[in-house]
């Protein structure tokens, strides 16, 4: 299958990547004297930071997981043949919806979303249905689907030409559903709706996947680059083009890493290094040296970007390592580069966070998906805190998603150290061994 061109317009070519012929001398012609030799690159002194609790990003985390358990109930019921769910189908659903409570209780907490009513043969089977307020949201969220069609098209087609065999397992991608703002019925409806996008196929050990058909070069720039060509740096981005400087990515360290002489030189030497499009084959770059490390960063940021809520589970990242032509350990990237991600440990889960995409707990750029979800997290609210005094007392009508919105409060949360010595960092080495097991 024919993909196109292997690299992107912002490749570097490959010549600079490896060492130059026999004889052949230093000039301005030859940009490989420009740059440190790539099988060098090995040396950066690196700095391992202490882990450091941000609030704010872990209270996302934290009230996005009943939020995502919600809408994958509501979409469950939906597609139920009678309508409803009873309790028994649902019991062992927990550790699927990612819960710490049980289903049930769960179910219970928001009666404007879901109403509770006795089976017709068995009086003491509960079971669920949706309220008119949340097919009111279901139909509002399907609008969005449609408006939005061509960007999630967009997004779905990115994620496989980051792919080093431009496929992805169905497993794999129905577990980032949420998070890459795919709806309900991608499978059956949007991928056969775009032939020329994406073909389904199995892979040489039976399992289905999704593969990529044609190769877009328009898709074939990846956030970074998008943004600083949109920046007032235009001229550091002409010469980015050049070869003749690299791009370097946004940092936000946590408070009093910035400061730190050894952090700072650390973090200059990373950025020097050349940039690497997450959408060119780097299977030649030599695995061991700093540039596949800054190539790494370069993916998972990628990545991370292309989702609604600019995160993921590393869980997720971690089923596509060898399709993203990652190292084994690839996970102490997010410890590492405390200024680009962050790492949090609520609910139960490791979850990946890229900081850029965050400004005191809120998107910088929501999505026209993230703002409807934070509307259907107000109602879950409201239905909690009316819970014992009937759904009755809640409007159903259209502006109740409005209404609910503006009564909430922004809380401003800071950074809180979780360490209580002065040391900051400390060295790091090829020996040093990160736990890849789940929190």
């Not at 997004?155 to 794999?172: A, F, T, Y």
């Not at 940039?275 to 030599?286: A, F, Q």
């Not at 950074?415 to 020996?431: A, H, R």
Request: hydrophobic share 35%; glycine share 4%; charged share 30%.
């Amino acid at each position: 299958m024919f993909f196109g061109p292997r690299k992107s317009f912002t490749s570097i070519p490959r010549f600079l990547l490896q060492p130059p012929a026999e004889g052949l001398k230093p000039s301005h012609h030859n940009l490989f004297f420009l740059l440190p030799q790539c099988h060098q690159w090995r040396g950066i002194a690196k700095v391992r930071l202490k882990w450091v609790k941000n609030r704010s990003l872990d209270h996302v985390i934290d009230t996005e997981t009943d939020l995502k358990a919600a809408c994958l109930l509501k979409d469950a019921i939906k597609r139920s043949p009678t309508g409803f769910l009873t309790a028994k189908s649902f019991a062992d659903w927990q550790k699927l919806l990612g819960l710490t409570v049980p289903v049930l209780r769960f179910l219970r907490r928001y009666p404007t979303l879901f109403r509770e009513f006795p089976h017709d043969r068995y009086a003491n089977l509960p079971c669920f249905k949706l309220t008119d307020t949340a097919l009111l949201l279901d139909s509002q969220e399907q609008s969005i689907y449609q408006n939005q069609e061509n960007d999630t098209v967009e997004r779905l087609s990115r994620v496989l030409m980051m792919m080093k065999n431009r496929i992805v397992p169905l497993k794999s991608l129905h577990s980032l559903r949420w998070d890459l703002g795919l709806p309900d019925n991608c499978e059956k409806i949007l991928v056969p709706k775009y032939p020329c996008h994406f073909q389904f196929v199995k892979a040489s050990n039976g399992i289905p996947c999704l593969r990529l058909a044609k190769w877009h070069e328009e898709f074939a720039a990846s956030a970074l680059e998008r943004s600083n060509e949109a920046s007032e740096t235009r001229d550091q981005y002409r010469q980015f083009k050049r070869g003749q400087t690299a791009l370097a990515f946004p940092m936000n360290f946590p408070r009093g890493y910035g400061a730190q002489k050894k952090v700072r030189a650390w973090m200059e030497e990373f950025q020097k290094l050349p940039y690497i499009s997450p959408y060119e084959d780097s299977r030649h770059i030599d695995p061991k040296t700093d540039l596949m490390e800054k190539r790494a960063v370069g993916v998972l940021h990628e990545f991370l970007s292309l989702t609604i809520q600019k995160k993921t589970k590393r869980n997720y990242l971690r089923s596509l390592r060898e399709e993203l032509n990652l190292t084994h350990k690839f996970t102490r990237l997010f410890t590492r580069y405390p200024g680009i991600f962050y790492l949090s440990l609520k609910c139960k889960t490791t979850t990946v966070v890229l900081k850029e995409g965050y400004r005191r707990g809120k998107l910088t750029d929501p999505h026209p998906l993230a703002n409807f979800r934070e509307k259907f997290y107000h109602v879950m609210r409201t239905g909690l805190l009316y819970r014992g005094r009937g759904v009755n007392m809640i409007s159903q009508e259209n502006n109740l998603l409005d209404d609910i919105e503006n009564e909430t409060e922004e809380e401003e949360m800071e950074e809180e150290e979780c360490v209580t010595d002065d040391e900051c960092f400390g060295e790091t080495s090829d020996t040093d061994d990160e736990s890849d097991n789940e929190e």
